[in-house]
């Protein structure tokens, strides 16, 4: 996690990015990360989130982080750390207040935790960066914490051109927890600069059993680097923040809900150990079908069923056990009516895997009940919805046939009238024919009478 020894009392953090090095005391951020997670737990589905002011120094690249002052945020936008007005107000007052505090030590930045959101910065998060912490060596803090694992910090800094990367930090960091110490009565908060020197907030180990971290405070004859001295913060009673308080009511309420929960996980707990007793008893009495021959399990019929245009594909898992080993099955298709068509399907049938049934109504109803030679029916149910395709109307049987009637007895007439036709043509031709030779004999007699009319030269 940090740059230097794990046992050392010194986290240094540190990117290429950024053009100073952040060293913070490992106490300071342990206390942070004991009142995340206290504030982590303190409400269901969440918790609360938290924060406040980071105090230190900054001299020549170097940043150091050497106590904190936590800021009473009063929630009135909910669980999440979002600033109300009046916190705007505190937060202005404790900025004033540690800006030249004991020690040398002064607002070098601030913290603050996301139990819903991933390390990052939100706008509502760069608003408070911007407005409160302006300097371009002050950092913001981001912890998240969790249930099981260890919390995850990353650090947030204003780069060369004064940008800021909040989509999420450059490095992240898991943060291990101390030798266990006893908790105090509530959050840090803050404390006039004028008075005793700053807390040590490290609590006295307690007899509990937990993760024991071997944590070398830095000695204190070693001169500090660059002038900048990393003290440990003392001791000081702190009240509880708002967020945190509740009522003996809801505390029994809370109570009795753990232990609801505990007895019910009892009670799974139990029924899953003693499962082999009594699990195949209920499911031979819900499900007597579903068992196999010789005790062991058939497979599902895979009962579907596919329309095209209006032609309904009804199929089924022809590998299945059930079937392969089955006698004969009925196939019972309700199609919009009251009753349902039932079918025999023999051996040969239900090898097919599959029946075509043209349907008539927008639902099918198909149940296939497959009868095995040496065990119970297997009964399986689907549906089918769908809108019927475009159809003409069915045409009745007497109109086709008169309609096929006429039609052959128009062609026989129109055949007739045909024949008559030609025999008119022929006839019609024959006349001009008898004309045309009438003709000619008149204009051949006309020529004789007016030559025999001719004086004789």
Sequence with gaps: MTESETHSATLTWSVPECPFTVESSTRVLDDIRLAVTDAFFSLPRGGAEIGGILLGGFDRGRLVINDYAALDCEHAFGPSFVLSPPDEARLTDLLSTHANGAGGLRPVGWYHSHTRSEILLSDADLQIHH??????????????????????????????????????????????ALPIRQMPAGVPTA???????????????????????????????????NGLPLDEPAPADLPAPKFMVESASSTRRWLAMEIAIVAILGIIGAGYQTRQIWLPRVLAAVQPASSGTAGQPLRALGL???DSEGQLQIRWDRSSPSVRNSSDAILEITDGGPLPVALQLDAAHLETGSFTYARTSEKVDVKLIVHQENGPDIREVTSFLGKLPDRKPAEDPEAQKQRDEAAKEAAKQAAQLKSDID????????LEQEVQSMRRELRLQQQRRMTNQLPYK
Excluded: C
Excluded at 195 to 219: N, Q
């Design 423 to 430: 025999f008119q043509a022929a006839k019609t031709r024959k």
């Design 191 to 225: 404390r006039p600069g004028n008075d005793h020197p700053l807390r040590d907030s490290r609590r006295t180990p307690v007899s509990a059993p937990g993760p024991v971290l071997d944590t070398a405070p830095v000695p204190p004859d070693s001169p500090p680097e």
């Design 304 to 306: 579907n069923t596919i």
């Design 131 to 176: 407005r409160f912490f302006p300097e371009p060596w002050q950092v913001a803090l981001v912890m998240k914490p969790h249930t099981f694992q260890p919390a995850r910090i990353g650090f947030f800094f204003r780069e060369a051109d004064g940008s800021v990367r909040a989509n999420a930090s450059y490095r992240e960091d898991t943060l291990e």
